[in-house]
């Protein structure tokens, strides 16, 4: 778990689900793998309640899946189904013959998508539900109190600490402004100055993880290390434009 939190350092977003997915990280080894096989090539299903679980459907994880880079186009198929009827591949587009068959597993952010299907491509995503995170740390008793009050379980890091999607959540009237707002009293000069620095904060930590993450790997597993660093670095590159435009927009 260390190695992957080094890994993972400069990005929150990141550490959370993957922090996450390793819940069972105490497990065997035989138990670890098993858990791995399964879950990257199992979809969810719903039952009649409604609940999610995961269930294997063979054939369909044969299939290429679709990821939003900046030189490719889209899926063609995607899937849907429910314990009670079974499950479905539904073509979303005409499709010629001889076109390969590309699915949409899901609408993934980079860190999600490596966590849940154990790949991210080197290459640049341009994916709608990339939300790399910042923290904003609470000092005060009310202010913790009041937080507690109008914020959401995913909004705390810990007890002290909270952490906010960018952009989603400092969009205007968003739970981010609001927090900004108790803590500055309203002064708006305040809540600009402690989101900016906020936001330097973060990319700091990107840009310093990247230059740990250059370095070349020695030792066992050496060439493994070195493609698990490649990912992570490709993860840096693909949120740091959102937190590179907010600041900028903080700015104008």
């Not at 939300?131 to 002290?160: F, M, N, T, V, Y």
Request: proline fraction near 6%; charge should be negative; charged fraction near 20%.
């Amino acid at each position: 778990m260390e190695y992957v939190n080094d890994l993972l350092k400069g990005s929150l977003s990141a550490q959370r689900i993957f922090q996450e997915r390793l819940k069972w990280a105490s497990a065997s080894p035989e138990m670890k793998a098993a858990l791995v096989l399964v879950d990257s090539r199992s979809f969810n299903l719903a039952d009649d309640q409604g609940n999610v679980i995961r269930a294997l459907v063979p054939l369909i994880d044969l299939l290429n899946t679709f990821v939003p880079l900046t030189s490719t186009g889209s899926w063609n198929c995607w899937f849907r189904g429910n314990l009670q009827e079974g499950a479905l591949l539904q073509a979303e587009c005409p499709i010629t013959e001889g076109s390969e068959l590309v699915h949409c597993y899901s609408d993934f952010s980079s860190p999600e998508l490596w966590a849940t299907y154990g790949f991210l491509p080197l290459e640049a995503m341009e994916s709608s539900h990339e939300a790399p995170l910042i923290s904003l740390p609470l000092g005060e008793l009310k202010l913790i109190s009041q937080a507690k009050k109008i914020l959401q379980p995913r909004h705390w890091l810990d007890e002290r600490t909270l952490a906010f999607e960018i952009p989603w959540d400092a969009e205007d009237g968003g739970p981010l402004f609001t927090v900004l707002n108790c803590m500055a009293n309203g002064q708006q000069d305040r809540v600009q100055n402690i989101l900016r620095e906020r936001l330097q904060t973060a990319l700091l930590a990107s840009q310093q993880a990247e230059e740990a993450l250059l370095a070349p790997t020695s030792g066992p597993h050496a060439a493994f290390k070195a493609a698990l660093q490649q990912a992570a670095l490709q993860l840096l590159h693909n949120e740091r434009p959102l937190l590179e435009e907010e600041l900028e927009l903080l700015e104008g």
